[in-house]
């Protein structure tokens, strides 16, 4: 598979606007992939808030397996973690629950100077994680733009609600991948523009990366027996699915794309692309 970078011109203006912008929040709210925490952990974005408190939120777990391990990962790093998946409004509770944590110290020593303060988080992350969807649940209403594919942020928009105010911000990868399985993998999610990537290469990468972990989903899904090469398992998938051309062969791109779509929309089960070493390995 060939390598993977994507940072537009925009990411670089976004990544400015976030440094200029970090000096008005009292912390941020980085919103990760619960099916890969650490692949989407982006460590420039991090950088921006040192010193100051940063809450992890591990979106779409209704997506994810080992939630809860991630999240005792972070927080054994001395970070705030939560998991949760935002399009549940019975989560909002638990999210306004962990935003206060975070500036507890903040408020109280405000409190014990007589008076009440709003707090500023910054939401950030890498694409597609879920940031617009988080913000509409703290909000309890649709005020922001949200969808299935990177980029639909764009730019920077306070929103106020009681107690808070959050700005939403544009998602924003690394300048460079010096890790391509975290780039393959965030390829597997959406985080990355399709247009860039190559699905035939993708999916076969995936197909052989969840017959290593989770053969049994493809089978079941796919009813797939043998899963010695990835185009085999394409194949298979072609069969199950009934992706043919005329003449009897086999409709390669359809399977691809349909592959791809599967892991993304959940239609393999829960899924954890990064490992306990994965998440040791970056700096929360």
Known sequence: MKTIQWFPGHMTKAMRMMKDNAALCDGAIIVLDARCPASSFNAKLKNIFSGKPVLYVLNKSDLAEK??????????AGAEAVSLNATQSGCRRLLFSACSNVVREKRDRARDKGYERTFRFMVTGVPNTGKSTVINLLSGSKRTATGDKAGVTRGKQWIRLEG???????GTMPPAFENQ???????????INDDIL???????????????????????RYNI???????????????????MLRGGEYDYDRACKAVVDDLRKGRLGKIALDSAEDMLSVKY
């Open 67 to 76: 939630t809860e391990e991630a999240v005792k990962i972070i927080k054994s």
């Open 198 to 220: 190559d699905f035939d290469d993708l999916a076969l990468a995936l197909l052989a990366d969840m017959a290593e972990k989770y053969p049994e989903k493809l089978a079941e």
């Open 225 to 243: 027996t043998d899963f010695s090469a990835p185009l085999a398992m394409l194949e298979g998938v072609c069969t199950r699915m009934g992706f």
């Open 181 to 191: 399985t975290f780039a393959r993998r965030l390829a597997y999610v959406g985080s």
């Open 164 to 170: 808070f105010e959050l700005l939403d911000t544009p």
